[in-house]
């Protein structure tokens, strides 16, 4: 019975949380806290049912943070030599093969997305994997101990913050009805 007061069950759903992932003194590693804050900028006072934070932090301790948003954007760094350095992709976390990448795993924790399972299973209230959106930045400087950005990521952050906002009008359209949610 704690644990499920703990996880807010019978509390209804906030709606967005936006978070920027990453370590601001590790380079490129800081771009999700750099688009976050560019994203929050930008909201200003229009940010109704919005919240946009930054975090150092994954799997249990990430899922505790989104325990009770109906949506969650998470922002970050992605290494996985694939892909030119700076370019944006967006997935959801239902769409994440290899579990492996970013900050949604720790090496003495366990995957967000399994962190959400064990979440679900303690009623938590909790959003949908389908409803976990990532805007990533391909990177390959995540490790440099420095707090700016390297200038390809740097000129990424912008494609990034567009993503957001366009993740930010879908989900809207779907929180509270719209053309396209419905």
Not at 114 to 125: H, M, P, Q, S, Y
């Given at each position: 019975?704690?644990i499920?007061?703990l996880?807010?069950?019978?509390?209804p759903?906030?709606?967005?949380l936006?978070?920027?992932?990453?370590?601001?003194?590790?380079?490129d590693?800081?771009?999700?806290?750099?688009?976050?804050?560019?994203?929050?900028?930008?909201?200003?006072?229009?940010?109704?049912?919005?919240?946009?934070?930054?975090?150092?932090?994954?799997?249990?301790?990430?899922?505790?943070?989104?325990?009770?948003y109906?949506?969650?954007?998470?922002?970050?760094?992605?290494?996985?030599?694939?892909?030119?350095?700076?370019?944006?992709?967006?997935?959801?976390?239902?769409?994440?093969?290899?579990?492996?990448?970013?900050?949604s795993?720790?090496?003495?924790?366990?995957s967000?997305?399994?962190?959400?399972?064990?979440?679900?299973?303690?009623?938590?209230?909790l959003?949908?994997?389908?409803?976990?959106?990532?805007?990533?930045?391909?990177?390959?400087?995540i490790?440099?101990?420095?707090?700016?950005l390297?200038?390809?990521?740097?000129?990424?952050?912008?494609?990034?913050?567009?993503?957001?906002?366009?993740?930010?009008?879908?989900?809207?359209?779907?929180?509270?009805?719209?053309?396209?949610?419905?």
């Open positions: 019975m704690v499920r007061l996880f807010g069950v019978g509390m759903f906030k709606n967005i936006i978070i920027g992932l990453g370590n601001p003194i590790l380079g590693d800081g771009v999700g806290w750099v688009v976050a804050r560019e994203v929050e900028t930008r909201l200003g006072e229009s940010r109704h049912s919005i919240e946009v934070d930054c975090l150092a932090l994954g799997g249990l301790s990430l899922m505790e943070r989104l325990v009770g109906q949506c969650v954007i998470l922002i970050d760094s992605l290494n996985t030599g694939q892909r030119p350095q700076g370019s944006v992709i967006t997935f959801t976390l239902e769409d994440m093969v290899d579990l492996n990448h970013g900050h795993s720790a090496a003495h924790d366990t967000l997305k399994t962190a959400l399972e064990v979440g679900r299973k303690l009623d938590a209230i959003p949908a994997d389908k409803d976990v959106h990532v805007v990533a930045i391909e990177a390959q400087h490790y440099d101990f420095k707090e700016e390297s200038p390809v990521i740097a000129a990424a952050v912008l494609t990034a913050v567009q993503q957001v906002f366009d993740l930010i009008k879908w989900q809207q359209k779907v929180i509270y009805g719209g053309p396209d949610g419905d």
